[in-house]
């Protein structure tokens, strides 16, 4: 079971940017895919971004296209989400996923391993 721990989330106020991380424990090398995801109280679970491990290939939510990016840092098996302009919407918990898909996974079924989670409080 490949563990994943996100950091850098936390309070910031409307307009200004975070960056979350998440690495990959050792023997991760068949996680092919890196995504994001985020749940709001009482909301579902919904898709942020994506990356390709290997192509550096990434998909976006539309709500957060031409805000956030993702990156990865693969000889540190850490995977990046920069946000940029902040929403007040953007407030939810923020979970790094891993899957074995080779391509764009934007479903949360798609992936089997998950990290603990980690706040984005985006204040007025």
């Known amino acids: 079971q490949v563990q994943l721990v996100e950091s850098g989330g936390g309070l910031v106020q409307a307009g200004g940017s975070l960056r979350l991380s998440c690495t990959a424990s050792e023997g991760s090398f068949n996680i092919y895919t890196m995504g994001w995801f985020r749940q709001a109280p009482g909301k579902e679970r919904d898709f942020v971004a994506c990356i390709h491990r290997w192509s550096g290939s990434t998909s976006f939510a539309d709500s957060v296209k031409g805000r956030f990016t993702i990156s990865r840092a693969n000889a540190k098996n850490t995977v990046y989400l920069q946000m940029n302009s902040l929403k007040l919407e953007d407030t939810a918990v923020y979970y790094c996923?891993?899957?074995?898909?080779?391509?764009?996974?934007?479903?949360?079924?798609?992936?089997?391993?998950w990290g603990q989670g980690t706040q984005v409080t985006v204040s007025s």
């Open positions: 996923a891993g899957t074995r898909t080779w391509g764009a996974a934007v479903e949360s079924s798609e992936y089997d391993s």
